[in-house]
């Protein structure tokens, strides 16, 4: 029987080879010259310094994905372990993300031993997200912090409503797949940088790390439009009645499993409209801000109506970097002084009599 022996050309092997080799060359050194003449217009991959003891989960704001959602929710990170442990859990919408950042909250719990986790869900849920989170991880906290801006309004935004019906292996799946697609991207622009010219949202994309021991915002690179927050008080509605009856089922439920809750109100919005509308030139991102001028809620008369105690910091000196989430710098002021005052309250010097300062 005639043997069938393929036959190889070892030139054609070779050259094909020799011609990758010079494409790649190529492609890679136009690409970092293109880097050296227009940096604001391309992206070689640099990423925030982290601290290496911390996990972090990483959120692209231009995504239409929530991979923190789904990885806390079902458990895939080390989250899932780490809330759980907390004695203070704050909840809320973007606002308490941006306000209660990891430096502030990791410096807390070393000088106090109470640890504390930030669950407040950026993408505009509120009650009804939270109350899935605290029974899907069996939630027991001494104290929530809820920053009251409409956050007991019913309903689950689209990235809730998705979070809760993927199921353990798509949500699984898809946060291994952007994990993977994350690294490789971020390590192939070190050779090939990413262009903006043309593109919608730039060169560099915009990124959250969040703290898989804390929850909360460890480093971004947002773009920063700093305005001074608003000086006037609180003016809005107060609750409304659907907002009131949420609520105290809410903390009815609370309070017989033994938690306290706390209302606070993150300061946003601006006087200087004009200055934010000069800074900030893209007509989609003023669209998603139109709000910012809304005057803060009522949230003394909706800590009166619902009992609670009610922690407010002014905010004099404090800034926006879009009009609504306070910056780094203000971040790290607002959470000093609510942590302050934060310790005032009897039922957080109760807690401290059974904890000690981490060293």
């Not at 989250?79 to 990791?106: C, M, Q, T, W």
């Not at 509605?237 to 009815?252: G, H, M, T, V, Y």
């Not at 938690?259 to 993150?266: M, Y």
Request: net charge neutral; with cysteine; charged share 20%.
């Amino acid at each position: 029987m005639r043997s069938s022996i393929s036959n190889s050309n070892p030139h054609s092997t070779r050259n094909a080879v020799i011609a990758f080799a010079i494409t790649f060359s190529i492609c890679a050194g136009l690409g970092l010259l293109f880097h050296h003449y227009f940096p604001l217009e391309s992206w070689m991959g640099n990423l925030p310094v982290l601290d290496k003891g911390d996990g972090y989960m990483v959120m692209e704001t231009d995504s239409d994905q929530a991979f923190d959602l789904y990885a806390m929710y079902y458990g895939i990170e080390n989250s899932a372990r780490e809330a759980p442990k907390a004695d203070v859990l704050i909840l809320g919408n973007s606002k308490p993300f941006f306000a209660f950042r990891n430096e502030s909250v990791k410096v807390f719990t070393e000088k106090t031993g109470i640890r504390v986790y930030n669950l407040s869900v950026p993408y505009g849920d509120g009650l009804a997200m939270a109350k899935a989170f605290i029974d899907q991880l069996r939630l027991s906290p001494s104290i929530i912090v809820i920053n009251e801006n409409h956050f007991f309004s019913s309903g689950f935004s689209p990235y809730g409503e998705e979070t809760l019906k993927m199921g353990y292996c798509q949500a699984f799946l898809k946060v291994v797949e952007h994990n993977i697609s994350w690294f490789l991207r971020s390590h192939l622009h070190r050779l090939f940088p990413r262009l903006g010219l043309g593109k919608i949202y730039g060169a560099e994309p915009v990124v959250a790390y969040r703290s898989v021991q804390t929850g909360c915002l460890a480093s971004g690179n947002f773009d920063e439009n700093p305005v001074p927050v608003a000086s006037r008080g609180h003016g809005q509605e107060s609750l409304s009645p659907d907002e009131f009856k949420n609520a105290s089922r809410f903390i009815q439920k609370m309070k017989s499993r033994g938690i306290k809750i706390i209302l606070t109100s993150i300061p946003y919005g601006t006087d200087e409209t004009g200055r934010l509308d000069q800074s900030i030139k893209n007509d989609e991102k003023r669209m998603l801000i139109s709000k910012a001028e809304e005057p803060y809620q009522n949230v003394d008369a909706a800590a009166r109506l619902l009992g609670l105690p009610l922690i407010v910091v002014k905010p004099d000196g404090m800034e926006t970097f879009d009009g609504r989430h306070l910056d780094e710098k203000s971040g790290l002021q607002f959470a000093r002084l609510f942590f302050n005052e934060f310790l005032k309250r009897p039922e957080v010097k109760t807690l401290l009599n059974f904890r000690r300062p981490i060293n």
